[in-house]
């Protein structure tokens, strides 16, 4: 799967590792500046691998991501070929998510303004391009600490959701 192709910034700040890359690809400095000079799709292709390998080697890092609207916060939890979801949904309409800070206050204050809901999904090597996906979508990585928390208010009640 192709992610997307690093920003100039993120490219200067990992210019190093790309350099390496490029040697690792048999590519000296010259043949690089001629390359980029005088084949700029030849560049750009090579400019994609190394985003894509970036990116790859990020999104394995990944254990926990999580998402905040106003009306449901989910938190995910990667493993090696499943994520874990744990998805809380607001059934009042005062009660709005704002932030995690905020989210156990409200869970603690109001037991019977949410429901909570929970999911695994089987992603085997497709893992990491799932990862790219929720992080398309606004995810933010996020703390074991937060799932952790979670996973007690799950045990509260369960239900079943899909992603």
């Known amino acids: 799967m192709r992610y997307r192709m690093l920003s100039d910034d993120e490219l200067q700040a990992l210019s190093e590792d790309f350099t390496h890359f490029l040697v690792v690809q048999g590519i000296d ?3 690089w500046r001629k390359i980029n000079k005088e084949d700029k799709e030849k560049a750009l292709k090579i400019v994609e691998v190394f985003s894509d390998t970036v990116l790859f080697k990020v999104y394995s890092k990944i254990k926990f991501m999580s998402y905040i609207s106003e009306k449901v916060f ?42 909570i809901f929970s999911s695994t999904k089987i992603l085997e090597d497709k893992l990491t391009d799932e990862i790219h996906k929720l992080t398309s979508q606004g995810c933010q990585v996020t703390s074991k600490e937060i799932w952790e928390e979670l996973s007690k208010f799950h045990k509260k009640a369960s239900k079943k959701a899909s992603f």
């Open 29 to 31: 400095d010259d043949t």
């Open 74 to 115: 989910s938190i995910f939890k990667i493993n090696k070929t499943t994520i874990d979801l744990i998805l809380i949904k607001s059934i009042d309409p005062q009660l709005v998510f704002k932030d995690e800070g905020t989210l156990y206050d409200l869970l603690n204050s109001k037991p019977a303004a949410w429901e």
